[in-house]
């Protein structure tokens, strides 16, 4: 009997190699392995490229572990929302308890492994944004607090901070500043998908800003947000990281987040729903070009100032 | 008279199969980059006989 129930289970149930490597969340691991690349050739010390290569990676293999974690505890939402209903666990492709062996198996091989190829304290920070990230904001503040995305944008941000400590040994002010970047950055950036993604936060009961304060509270929110974002972002040109090339960038980027800021701002929803929400669509799209070529900036001075050209 | 259609779930088996068979490889070149780079680097001291008692 028990023989005939084995042989029913699904072929549902055969993950392919692919779907495992989807519970990682490759976009999110692209740009942890961008910004904390930046962060390590930042630094005023040099790695060498086999031990900085390894770092980088299992720094990246620690964020998919954190992403696997994420997916196996929001499985229930996932599966509600439009965004996440094709992610592995909610599509049928991987069980649940795999999602969590895979998420808690990754997290501690990339902590070991980052420790013997780095040093303890680069470790203990990946621990620690591993713990942040699926401790703190998946299991606590994602479903109890509209501040989720706030605080939760810190665990994205410690990548620059860890490849940075791969390098060092040690923190330093500019290393916060990559963090604080990225920290500021996170809110207007999902606030303006959640304006979009009309009801899959409602539909949820993930208590987004949008749904708890309201879309006119959020847009006035991604404003004043962003303009803290924008002192930081040209502040940070004056820094030992900064630069000409920064500086440049930056004054650009910014004034053109700040105009997409203030244009959602001074919109209603009946004029978002007229054009199916284009200036937030495109205040996103922007926001992914902002952070990329704001750390490709500070990349671009650290690797002039290895040459002696580069910063001030 | 053998079996030979092959169903779907079988391409996935393979592929998991192959890809942690890749990842295994890589990881064991990895680790042994990785011990090459330390050993070579100025800073290795090997450990006296001494202290390993």
Redesign the interface.
């Known amino acids: 009997m028990t023989d005939i129930s084995s042989q029913q289970q699904p072929f549902e149930a055969e993950a392919s190699f692919g779907d495992y490597f989807a519970l990682m969340k490759p976009r999110v691991m692209q740009l942890v392995v961008f910004t904390a690349l930046v962060g390590m050739l930042a630094a005023p010390v040099g790695v060498n490229p086999v031990i900085g290569f390894a770092s980088i990676l299992f720094i990246a293999i620690g964020a998919g572990a954190s992403g696997a974690l994420n997916m196996w505890w929001d499985a229930d939402i996932d599966q509600v929302m439009t965004r996440t209903a094709k992610r592995p666990i909610p599509a049928g492709k991987v069980a649940p308890g795999e999602a969590l062996s895979i998420g808690v198996a990754l997290s501690g091989l990339s902590v070991m492994m980052l420790a013997l190829s780095a040093n303890f304290l680069a470790a203990g920070l990946l621990a620690f944004t591993i713990f942040f990230y699926a401790v703190v904001y998946s299991m606590w503040l994602k479903r109890a607090t509209p501040q989720n995305i706030v605080i939760g944008g810190a665990a994205g941000a410690f990548p620059p901070v860890i490849g940075w400590v791969v390098a060092t040994g040690s923190m330093s002010v500019e290393a916060w500043l990559m963090f604080a970047l990225i920290f500021m950055w996170t809110p207007p950036h999902f606030w303006a998908l959640a304006l979009f993604m009309k009801s899959d936060y409602d539909d949820a009961g993930v208590p987004m800003l949008t749904v708890t304060h309201g879309r006119k509270s959020t847009r006035k929110h991604i404003l004043a947000y962003t303009v803290l974002l924008v002192v930081l972002a040209v502040g940070t040109a004056f820094t030992a990281i900064g630069g000409v090339i920064y500086l440049t960038t930056a004054v650009i980027l910014n004034a053109l987040f700040l105009k997409g800021a203030y244009a959602i701002w001074r919109r209603n929803e009946a004029q978002a729903e007229a054009d199916s929400y284009a200036v937030e669509k495109s205040f996103f799209k922007l926001s992914l070009l902002y952070l990329f070529l704001h750390f490709g900036a500070i990349m671009a001075e650290a690797l002039l100032r290895n040459s002696g050209l580069g910063g001030w | 008279m053998t079996l030979k259609a092959e169903?779907?779930?079988h391409?996935?088996?393979r592929?998991?199969n192959?890809?942690?068979g890749v990842l295994l490889v890589a990881f064991v070149v990895?680790v042994l980059?990785?011990t090459?780079?330390?050993v070579t680097?100025g800073d290795f001291e090997v450990p006296r006989a001494e202290t390993l008692r």
């Open positions: 169903h779907e779930m391409g996935r088996r592929s998991r192959v890809g942690v990895l980059a990785l090459f780079a330390k680097s």
